[in-house]
């Protein structure tokens, strides 16, 4: 992780370095102004020494010319930097000048005198949403280079136009591609259907029942946001969620979460054995993805499972490790 510490005192850009060093973090690079951090980071020209990938930046309040909180603005106003956690250093206590840090897109703060346990704690937390962010950020990239592979730009192709979700093979696509992706990492499947739903739409007709589909892939779509997971449709309604890098317990409560939010949006249906209202099983499976093989074992399992599951309308969510 390389840290970007802006301070117009050499004395306090010291202090700052030497503590982030002593507790492991060596790519440590400082700048005197917020136009020398302008250019390490590339801003209003190349970049003027070797300090590409900048994951953070500790930016003091208080500089001649401009100050913090107007630097923090312009490097906020890059795209490339709209993930960027800036943290800024103030001996200010003053709170408008700390909500106008805010405003211009800062991410944390602390003060000075700097506390080391401070400097450390927030930089660690920091880091990790940094982490996330670039972690959601490949995700997305990932998935359009297996849109770009199909050599096909025809939005009907991939979105269902009823729920807004992928179409499954697109879904089960972006599994497979995680063998390359994410060899050996644990991915989760997690395979929903809507409970006795053939009865449903025999009783209530085909327009009603996709409605309800509609309705509860509004759910599936937030749920998945959270997460960074790919959800996707079949076309007899069952519904899959792909979630890379998810372990077995984290899958399992993803699970029990999606099913409570579904229930939790009262769909009346007179033909659920369990309740009043819509609910939908769950079935999670998750396992290590090495090779196409055993993306095809993982969704068969999770497919397979919440079919036998939905015969019954258990309304519950079934976990299942490899």
């Known amino acids: 992780m390389r840290i970007l510490i802006v301070d117009d005192d050499e004395y306090g850009r010291e202090i700052v370095e030497a503590m982030l060093v002593s507790a492991g973090y060596e790519s440590v690079v400082t700048a005197a102004s917020a136009n020398e951090a302008f250019g390490c980071l590339g801003i209003d020209g190349p970049l003027t020494r070797d300090t590409s990938g900048i994951d953070l930046v500790l930016l003091d309040v208080i500089m001649p010319d401009i100050d913090g909180i107007e630097a923090c603005a312009r490097i906020r106003s890059e795209p490339r930097y709209s993930g960027l956690p ?24 602390i003060s000075k005198p700097v506390n080391r346990v401070e400097l450390l704690a927030r930089v660690r937390s920091a880091l990790r949403l940094k982490a996330e962010f670039d972690r959601r950020e490949a995700r997305e990239l990932e998935l359009l280079q297996v849109m770009a592979k199909t050599r096909d730009d ?71 946001a959270t997460v960074g997971a790919v959800a996707g449709k079949y076309e007899d309604g069952m519904m899959v969620l792909i979630a890379p890098e998810m372990n077995a317990r984290s899958a399992s409560e993803f699970g029990e979460s999606l099913r409570a939010s579904i229930s939790g949006l009262r769909i009346r249906n007179r033909e659920s054995v369990v309740a009043d209202h819509i609910t939908v099983s769950i079935s999670v499976v998750t396992g290590k993805i090495r090779r196409g093989k055993d993306c095809v074992h993982l969704l068969t399992r999770a497919v397979t499972a919440v079919r036998q599951q939905a015969k019954v309308g258990s309304n519950r969510v079934t976990p299942e490790m490899e």
Do not use: H
């Open 86 to 109: 800036i943290i800024m250093v103030t001996s200010l206590a003053d709170a408008d000048n700390l909500a106008n840090a805010f405003v211009a897109g800062a991410t944390d703060y």
């Open 154 to 224: 025809r939005p009907s192709k991939w979105i269902d136009d009823a729920t807004g979700l992928f179409r499954g093979a697109l879904a089960e696509a972006y599994l497979i591609a995680q063998a390359d992706l994410c060899p050996a990492s644990d991915t989760a499947v997690i395979a929903l259907t809507i409970d006795r739903l053939d009865a449903y739409r025999s009783m209530q007709g085909d327009r009603v029942a996709d409605g309800i589909i509609a309705q509860v892939a509004v759910a599936i779509r937030a749920s998945a």
